[in-house]
């Protein structure tokens, strides 16, 4: 059975930093790309960071500069780490890792809740 499990998320201030895992079992994601997205209240989940099987990254504009994505092929997992938070941060985010073509998304994590205050 294939899981992405996040961890990291939680209450943090604005302009503070928090770290993002995604551990995943059940598939070998050295060969996927692999992605964060997250969703706000009231709004469309949206790509935060994409980093395919050769490590180029996809950033979305909102947080390049803030935000950064790695892999560890090692340990099955990759991470988000995500600096100058801003209240906008807020969401729920979401491991993914795509098919084996990079075409769409498998499997999905459980989401874990960042929370910046102003």
């Known amino acids: 059975q294939v899981q992405l499990v996040e961890s990291g998320g939680g209450l943090v201030q604005a302009g503070g930093s928090l770290r993002l895992s995604c551990a995943a079992s059940g598939v070998d994601i050295s060969r996927r790309a692999m992605g964060w997205y997250r969703q706000a209240p009231g709004k469309q989940r949206e790509l935060v960071a994409a980093?395919?099987?050769?490590?180029?990254?996809n950033i979305a504009a909102s947080v390049k500069g803030r935000f950064t994505i790695s892999r560890d092929n090692a340990k099955n997992a990759v991470y988000l780490q995500m600096n100058s938070l801003k209240p906008e941060d807020t969401a729920v985010y979401y491991c993914?890792?795509?098919?084996?073509?990079?075409?769409?998304?498998?499997?999905w994590g459980q989401g874990t809740q960042v929370t910046v205050s102003s």
């Open positions: 980093i395919t099987s050769g490590s180029s990254i």
């Open positions: 993914s890792a795509y098919s084996p073509g990079g075409t769409y998304i498998n499997y």
